[in-house]
C-alpha cells in the first residue's frame, strides 16, 4: 500500500526533553512538510523540504529541527526550547508540480506532561 | 505572501438542504487551490482542486467547488448535505508565483449536518 506513515500515533514527553516524531513515504514524493495543527489555528506550517539534504523553514520554526537524509524519511524533533508542544502534528508529501495536491498522514497527538 | 481566509467557523445545515462553505485566498500570481476535509483524530483527505479551466470542479462524495477569479473565492459546495459529511473543512493554496510548493491553509470551517 502507498502512503505516509506516521509514528507514533500518541505520544507523551515530559517538559524539557526533546522528541522525535517519524514520518516515512513510499510515494516517491519529492516534496515532504510538518504542518502543526491546534484548535482554531488550522494548519500552520513548520518545515517543508523539496529535495535531500534541504529543508526551509515555514511559519513557526522555532523550538523544531527536521532533517532530509533520504527522501522518504522526513523526521521532525521538538525541543526543549519549543514552549508549547501540545498539538497535533501532521505530516504531507507531495511531487513538486504545483497542481498536484498534498498526501497526509493520520498525524501524532504530542502531550507533554 | 499567499493566504487563505475561511470566514465562518462552523457552519450548521440540514441533511438534504444544500451547503456552502466560503473561501477567499490571496496570492501574488494564479493560484492553486484545493479543498481538504478532515474527520476527528485522522490526516486530511483530499477533495478536490482548481488548476485552470472550468471555473466549476468536480470533487470526491458529491462536493464541487467555484473559482471566481474577481472575487478571489473557491467556496465549496454540495446540492444535498448527508449527516457523514459532519467534518472540518480546510481550504489551501499554492502560489507557485512565490517560488515554493509551500501550501498555505485557512483556519478550517466545522461542518455540522443536523439530523
Known amino acids: 500500500d502507498g502512503g505516509i506513515t506516521q509514528s507514533p500515533k500518541y505520544l507523551f514527553r515530559k517538559e524539557g526533553q526533546n522528541v522525535t516524531l517519524s514520518c516515512e513515504q513510499n510515494?516517491?514524493?519529492?516534496?515532504m512538510y510538518w504542518y502543526r495543527q491546534d484548535p482554531g489555528q488550522g494548519l500552520r506550517l513548520i518545515y517543508y523540504?523539496?529535495?535531500?539534504?534541504?529543508?526551509q523553514k515555514g511559519d513557526i520554526a522555532e523550538g523544531y529541527s527536521v532533517s532530509r537524509e533520504k527522501k522518504e524519511s522526513f523526521p521532525l524533533t521538538v525541543t526543549s526550547a519549543q514552549k508549547n508542544p501540545t498539538a497535533f502534528y501532521l505530516c504531507?508529501?507531495?511531487?513538486?508540480?504545483?497542481?498536484?495536491?498534498?498526501?497526509f498522514g493520520q498525524g501524532t497527538r504530542l502531550t507533554v506532561v | 505572501a499567499q493566504s487563505v481566509a475561511q470566514p465562518e467557523d462552523q457552519v450548521n445545515v440540514a441533511e438534504g438542504n444544500p451547503l456552502t462553505v466560503k473561501c477567499t485566498y490571496s496570492?501574488?500570481?494564479?493560484?492553486?487551490l484545493f479543498w481538504y476535509v478532515q474527520y476527528p483524530n485522522r490526516g486530511l483527505q483530499f477533495l478536490l482542486k482548481?488548476?485552470?479551466?472550468?471555473?466549476l470542479v468536480k470533487g470526491s462524495y458529491g462536493f464541487e467547488a467555484e473559482f471566481n477569479k474577481s472575487q478571489t473565492s473557491f467556496h465549496l459546495k454540495k446540492p444535498s448535505a448527508l449527516v457523514s459529511d459532519s467534518a472540518l473543512y480546510f481550504c489551501?493554496?499554492?502560489?507557485?508565483?512565490?517560488?515554493?510548493?509551500?501550501?498555505?491553509f485557512g483556519k478550517g470551517t466545522k461542518l455540522s449536518v443536523i439530523p
Open positions: 504531507a508529501s507531495s511531487v513538486l508540480q504545483g497542481s498536484t495536491e498534498a498526501f
Open positions: 510515494l516517491n514524493h519529492d516534496a
Open positions: 523540504s523539496q529535495i535531500v539534504n534541504d529543508f
Open positions: 496570492v501574488s500570481g494564479n493560484p492553486y
Open positions: 482548481y488548476i485552470t479551466g472550468d471555473n
Open positions: 489551501a493554496v499554492r502560489d507557485l508565483g512565490a517560488g515554493s510548493y509551500q501550501l498555505t
